[in-house]
């Protein structure tokens, strides 16, 4: 299994970047699929979850309205449109799956894997 994020880098405030994960070694489509931020020094949080099973993706509240979640099943890869940056969002980003017969409710409360991460600065 391999989750490969990209995409991260410097944005100025209030600039766009769109993060990639790209994956494989398993099925898709029988994931859910999310992403998460730290910050430094702090834990990680999950930004937004999707799967093929919700009928919406999940936002948490810092990020609802700015992130948009996306994913292209027949590439096997996730997408994070991260608009109107701050300098706040400066950090790692992750994504994570879990299986879906493991899992219930929007969230992606287990991420069975795990990407190595992307930066992301913002600086004002």
């Known amino acids: 299994v391999q989750l490969v994020e990209s995409g991260g880098g410097s944005a100025q405030t209030g600039e766009r970047l769109r993060l990639t994960c790209e994956t494989s070694g398993f099925t898709f489509e029988d994931y859910k699929i999310g992403w998460f931020y730290q910050a430094p020094g702090k834990e990680r949080q999950e930004i937004s979850c999707i799967s093929k099973i919700e009928g919406s993706p999940y936002y948490a509240d810092n990020w609802k309205g700015r992130f948009t979640i996306s994913t292209d099943s027949a590439k096997s890869t996730a997408f994070l449109m991260m608009d109107n940056l701050q300098p706040d969002d400066t950090g790692l980003y992750y994504c994570?799956?879990?299986?879906?017969?493991?899992?219930?409710?929007?969230?992606?409360?287990?991420?069975?894997?795990w990407g190595k991460g992307t930066q992301v600065n913002v600086s004002s």
């Open positions: 994570a799956v879990e299986p879906l017969r493991f899992t219930r409710g929007p969230r992606c409360n287990s991420p069975f894997w």
